[in-house]
């Protein structure tokens, strides 16, 4: 716990002094959560992983689980959501799962060189990505063996999982990814969860990819959201605190136009096989919209896992 700092006087972390007659503070841990670093055989680097699981016996077969890409922003609004909507899944629709977050170490929030490493196939449409300069990218590839030929195989010798109910979970760039992987490796995960989709870094490539995607065998489902106001200003928004280069990116880069006809052509891809849905987070915008619609898209993804 920190107090709050007096106005005019810079915050500082309390000690033992400040807190007299109180418990010292000690890190907060999450039930059932932990976090080790695991080393991709692929590239060399380092990938900070969090788990949580559910401090109940797991149903026969394995518990669902839901892997969250960005781990160190995401992890934790996932897992606790789940810890706490899945205490009465006949009610809620949302049963008890493991959540696994990939994160990069030494990160308190989103690395954005190792995601535009991981996440894409190349560098970004300069229409919409002006002024940028990027270094790293392209690793999608690699990321993706990494994923199935690694860290999916060494979850699963460890933990009580059903490897017929698993989720990918991503948002932005990479909730791009997990469409991207969609289009290639349909067959990893049951369950896709894609949240206000960067659709634009490569709009004609995952319509491409789509276009020749193999036919696939089981069904899957795939949940996208989009903020109501992801292009246009919000209505708490003040136009003069925006430039007028940002509200050309924001046109340019289509985002609920790009997801809900991304949307369509996985429907077209994969046929009657895949259950697509797409909404929109009426009073959402980019920031927002993985808290407002996370339980719709668990519900949703998981609805053929038995309660």
Known sequence: MH???????????????????????????????????LRSSETGLPYEIFV??????????????????????DFIIVAETVRRVSRRPKATGIVPAIVVGIGYPNTNGYNTNRRHLDFTRGPADASVFPDKTIDACGGQAAYIRFFGNQLLPHVQSRLNVDPDRRILLGHSLAG?????????????????????????????????ALASANAITRPIRLFTAVGRWEQELAPWQAMESFGDQYHNIRKARRMIDNAREISGEVRAAFGAQADVRFELGENDDHATIVTAMLCHALRFAGTAFAL
């Not at 797991?58 to 781990?71: A, E, K, Q, R, S």
């Not at 791009?176 to 004609?204: A, E, K």
């Open 3 to 37: 107090e709050k700092a007096v106005r005019g006087t810079p915050r500082s972390v309390p000690t033992s002094n400040d807190l007299a007659g109180i418990s010292v503070p000690e890190s907060f841990v999450m039930p059932g959560c932990s976090r080790f670093t």
């Open 52 to 73: 949580y699981v559910p401090e109940i016996e797991p149903p026969v077969g394995g518990f669902p689980i839901i892997y969250v890409l960005d781990g160190n922003s």
């Open 176 to 208: 791009y990814f997990v469409l991207d992987l969609l289009s290639q490796r349909p067959d990893m995960f049951n369950g896709y969860i894609s949240f206000s989709p960067s659709v634009w870094w490569d709009r004609t490539g995952l319509s491409r």
